[in-house]
């Protein structure tokens, strides 16, 4: 650009000395195009909007979905063209290869841009910054800008129904059956019965009053909330390195899905993992997150399901807090819950110690080996036992 | 939109313009100069035709003899309207060259963006950043039309340096000649920005499609009424923009200084002659010195300046037999590509017709405004016309009804595949329609002689085969899944 500038100069001082109209006419267009265009665009580059349609976006394994990208020209110079090129993550380009869309922005015009993703792998990841390219009509100059907007995208880990994982559908955790009927669970209708005085009016059943023209009530099961509480091992010595990810996205999977399978039952989940959360976590107070631990009281409702599953998205493993650490670090949390259900790759004889110390509490522990069984007995351990073992294969049996 | 159709006219027109303002400007300084203007048509038509040709068909392999006879075509009829004259005929024949081959350096320049891909090279595509290739592909300091830019600059400088030399000698062009001046000026300056605008977005689109980036369709739409914008807004510039206001000039820096040189150095005073010294050559006429006779001296001279004249001769001979040789080397090679580019020729200026007559044909079927009578005469009552049925009986040929039993059957599940033959299609439709019966084979071996036959088929032929298809084709419409034999 140098020697056009030079040249440029080299005109205007001309024109300037020979006069004329068509020397005024060459220097006029060259300052215009040497000088004044390549300044305006580099002005108007830097006034450019880009902004984001959304700051986080939530999805799961399989899901397809576009990012947008809004162009804010301000200025009365259009832009002959306007590159984007989003920093998009491996795990969610569509196609072989990142868009990179090229648009015409006239002057005060909008337009938006979409980036196509699709959601592979389980993760939190984050979009961005922005790389915006805008160029002149005539090949002089460009503007180059990095507009640090960024979005976060989640992607869940894969929620499957329990037979899906080799898993028992009728798996009964949470909310037991209460030898002594003190607490009647609402939620549980058993039957009607005739009305009797005393009776709650909240309880009187209409329909079935209208029905037969006497007063009818309902009768409720009696429960007791057992809460249940997933630990999940992220410890990476606990896996085998031969096949480390498969091995670990299906402890994941398989807390997600437990997880879902509770709440969804109406009954109440936390966890707690050995597990730290990655880089681009979105920041959430309802979290503990301390060193090497992923810890969520155990609650009810679609909220604290989201709460974990978003959790699960964003765990990865590490190598200094081993499970038994996690069991110690969680004994709180442990004493509050009814029903452990341990994620773990094996069930090695060090884990079942561990797990008769809890039984001795009165607690049941249910294991979930995704890698490999150990105890194979233990597999065939009746329903409602206080310690059971489950393997998690799917696709195929674990190796015993 | 196809950008490179426009550019080589964009490159006509401007070279065109060019030369027909330097022209102007030397037909100032001296008449024999002038042209005539007849001459502009050739200047136009000759840019245009050289353009066109180097951007579509002008390869290495083209042989000289194709650009030596393209430039004759021009050349020769101009001979003849100047009157066989062979001076008359020299200074717009060289106008015209000049025309003819700085718009064939454009056209080649628009052919070589067109090959952007063969200089990136095996790169990816997914790793052609054509945002820095597009400026920075020659160099730092070199613009991405380089070839562009300098042809647009010096043409301009060009004429500005006969313009300021007009301006200087106090030529002045007035009336119909300075609204030609300023015309051509406007139409260069429009041309020359339009040019390099179009051939900037061509080679992005070049690029683009490169790195398989995800272009806008309506950008070039835009790109092109924005650079419209930006000529406009340019001509204004041109036309309207103060002039002459520098308070120094040429002029003034010249008298200041002569006036340095004035004061700084004393000359020394010359001897004033008196006036009857004044030198003078006597009329008289002394005699010369008589020339000695020519020695052995003369005549070594005389031989070395004759060998130096044959050794002179012998290497431009030479020189010249070289470049003959070179020429006519690959030149028979070349010549045997003729027929092919006359096929190309041929076969570019057919499908531009057709685009053209395409064109046409879209504006006609624009459909009027609602309440707008179709028919002249008619208003709102227009007659039923029978709707647009795909179904219809074909009133076509044979062909045709052939692609309406495809078209049936393939909605009933026997596709005319890629890979079929009529025959064989035939084949498949016998086994799945027509077990049989005959009327298959004699509808597709009509088929083949109305498609493939020098002769065709005679009328009545052509009516049975017509029924036979018909036939199908009913048969084909009422077929039901379930009654496959039926």
Redo the contacts between chains.
Sequence with gaps: ????KI?TLCCVFL????????????A???V?LFGAAPLLLARSGNRLMVSRGSRERFLFPGDEASVSVALRNPTLL?F??V?VQDSVPTGLVKGT????????L?SRQV?EVAFPLVARERGVYRLGPLRV?A?D??????C?LQVPAEETVVVYPHVRPLPELGLPSRLSFGSLKALERINPDPARLAGVRGYQAGDPLRTIHWPATARTQELQVKQFDHTVTANCLLLLDLYEGDYPPDHFFPSVERAVSTAASLAAHIIQRGEACGLAANAVLSEYWPERTDIVHETGYVQFQPRQGTQQLSAILLALAGVQPQNHVDFYSLLAESRKQLRGASILLWVVPEDTPQLLDAAAGFLREGQRVLIFAVERVLHGELLAAPHGSALQLFAVSPGGDLPL | MNVKSILPALAGVFTAAIVFLAARYASLFSTVLFVPNWLWAFLLGSALESAYFAAYFLTPRTPFTVRLVELALWLGPIYLLVGRSPSAFLWPACLTAVCWLLARGCGLELSRLEKVADLIGDQG??TVSW?YE??TSMGQ?E???GFF?RRV?AC??A??VL??AA??REVKAAGALLLELRLA?GTA?ASG?AL??GA??F??QTL?AC??????P??PR??LR??AI?VAL?LA??YL?P??Y?P???DT?GRLLAAVLSRGVELPELPKAAPEERPSFSQSGDPLPEVDSVGLGGIILTAMYLLLVALVSAVLLAALGFILFELTKGEIERLRGLPRLAVQVYAAVRRAVLQVLAALGRLKSIKPIKGQAIFPGQGEERPSEPSADRDSPPKRGVRALLLQIARQAGKKGLVFRRSQTPWEYGQALRGQFFPNEEVVGEFFQGYQRARYSRSGLSGAEEERVLAAGTQILNRVREWKGDEKDG
């Design positions: 650009m140098l020697t056009w040249l024109a300037l000395l020979w006069q004329g109209r068509a020397a005024y006419s060459l006029y267009l060259m215009v259009p002959a063209w590159s290869r990142r868009a990179r869309p090229v648009v015409a006239g337009k390219a160029g009509f005539f090949g002089i100059s460009t180059h | 595509a997914s945002e597009s400026l300091d613009l991405a039309l830019w600059i301009a400088a004429v500005v313009a300021v301006h200087r000026g300056a920005l390099l605008g900037y977005l080679r992005l683009w790195a398989k980036a995800a272009v806008d309506a950008l835009e790109w924005n650079l930006i340019s510039l041109v923009a002039i002459d520098s120094v000039t040429a820096v």
